[in-house]
């Protein structure tokens, strides 16, 4: 079945310093680093051989996300999305783009999006975690939340580092990046625009989350639980932790070929929640593709996952040999 994949990863010369080094292995690292700056052979072999029609690209973490100079996070941010539109123009019926964008000041990254979609043709952006200390939940980032509700186009909260490193991870290197501190740092981002009010203001806002949701639909229950408890009322059933994430958040299979995991994701979010990825090139996409393709599940609900929703959410119409915005 042809598929789309969402988060899907490459860098750029003026980048390449600040790509995270998630493994121990100098021989994986390096291969890493050759797949990222790579549009031509590798990456396009991979997609034929496993059937992926459609990447959409991004930057890999943390990107400009850590910079300290605002100027120069722009200007990075800046060229980074040209360099992808320049890569895009070339093959626009196998890539498209999320934009990347420089947190570091939020009118500045609204300014960014809008060019991003407006003139590039983006599809939306990735944004890696955490700015220089600072979450998206912040006042200091209502004009962005604005300016991504007009445009209608979805924001891919994505792993990044952790803006402090907690007693709890103190000599446990292993347990401080992917295995598991990157998804405790990104669900707790997603949970901090659900808490905090960032999605009730701004509700038609969709955010995207990778690794079947960074573990939010297995907990859907307990989160509304909890704050009914903390509280110590009774929410109106639209404002539940539940009802606001099954209405704002869609999530991807990136990094997680479970099939367990993704019954339960599409059974606590709903089908049309749910989207294909891979991870590349820090997953393997033969067994993601696998996975897809032998999941127990329906063939009309495996075709939404794997193409049909990301059509829908990103506006895309593939056919013909070319990708259109609808």
């Known amino acids: ?105 939020a009118e500045a990254a609204a300014a960014e999006l809008e060019r991003a979609v407006s003139e590039l043709g983006f599809r939306g952006a990735l944004i890696n975690g955490q700015t220089n ?22 924001i891919y909260l994505h792993p990044g580092a ?46 995207i989350l990778g690794h079947m949701g960074e573990t939010l639909p297995f907990l859907l229950w307990r989160l509304d639980s909890r704050r009914e408890f903390d509280l110590g009322e009774t929410l109106a059933p639209d404002a539940l932790p539940s009802a606001i994430i099954k209405r704002n958040i869609a999530v991807t299979t990136s990094g997680v070929c479970d099939p367990g995991a993704l019954i339960a994701t599409l059974q606590a979010l709903g089908d049309d929640n749910v989207m294909f990825s891979v991870d590349y090139p820090y997953e393997d996409p033969q067994v993601a593709s696998d996975f897809i393709e032998f999941a127990p599940i329906s063939e009309d609900v495996r075709a939404k996952v794997c193409h049909g929703n990301a059509e829908r959410l990103l506006r895309l119409s593939i056919g013909a040999g070319k990708i259109r915005s609808t």
């Open 162 to 207: 952790m803006a402090d490193q907690p007693a709890m991870f103190a000599h446990r290197p292993e347990i401080g990046g992917p295995i598991w501190a990157w998804t405790a740092e990104t669900a707790a981002h997603a949970l901090r625009l659900v808490f905090g009010g960032t999605l009730t203001r701004f509700p038609k806002v969709k955010i």
């Open 133 to 154: 200390g600072h979450y998206l939940d912040e006042d200091r980032y209502l004009p962005f939340w604005e300016r991504v509700e007009e445009l209608d186009v979805p």
């Open 1 to 105: 079945m042809r598929k789309i994949a969402l988060e899907e990863h490459f860098t750029t010369p003026e980048l390449a310093k600040y790509v995270a080094r998630p493994t121990q292995s100098d021989a994986i690292f390096a291969d890493v680093e050759r797949r990222l700056v790579d549009f031509d052979e590798l990456r396009l072999e991979m997609m034929d051989r496993t059937g992926i029609e459609l990447m959409v690209l991004s930057v890999t973490t943390p990107g400009v996300q850590g910079v300290r100079d605002t100027q120069e996070a722009i200007r990075l941010a800046r060229g980074a999305n040209d360099f992808l539109a320049s890569e895009v123009q070339k093959r626009p019926d196998r890539y498209a783009g999320f934009a990347h964008l420089a947190l570091q000041n």
